[in-house]
């Protein structure tokens, strides 16, 4: 079983930068196709990256783009997001995600998921 522990986030203001991380466990992040999703109070969870494992360039949402970017650190087993120009409207509990099987930015198709960690942005 794969365990995913989100770190990192917090309450920041409109424009600063947050760096989120997973640590994963069981798997390494090279076998895993990895994957950031947000849920916003009221909505639904939404995809924002996932790096495949094949290690093509990770894929971005739309709204995203330009401002957050995924990484990984095979050598600690961790993914990393780092978001910068944060805006209110990203506000959300932010989860990682990981799945063995070929996935896209549908959030059912993801076996394991962490517990979120919540990230707050003030205008």
């Known amino acids: 079983q794969v365990q995913l522990v989100e770190s990192g986030g917090g309450s920041v203001q409109a424009g600063d930068s947050l760096r989120l991380s997973c640590a994963t466990s069981?798997?390494?992040?090279?076998?895993?196709?990895m994957a950031w999703f947000r849920q916003g109070p009221g909505k639904e969870r939404e995809f924002i990256a996932v790096?495949?494992?094949?290690?093509?360039?990770?894929i971005y949402a739309d709204s995203v783009m330009g401002r957050f970017a995924i990484s990984k650190n095979t050598a600690k087993n961790m993914i990393f997001l780092h978001m910068s120009s944060l805006e209110p409207e990203d506000t959300a509990v932010y989860y990682c995600?990981?799945?063995?099987?070929?996935?896209?930015?549908?959030?059912?198709?993801?076996?394991?998921w962490g517990q979120g960690t919540q990230v707050t942005v003030s205008s």
């Open positions: 995600a990981a799945s063995s099987h070929p996935v896209g930015s549908e959030a059912s198709a993801y076996e394991y």
């Open positions: 069981e798997r390494t992040v090279d076998s895993l196709n």
């Open positions: 790096y495949w494992s094949f290690g093509s360039a990770p």
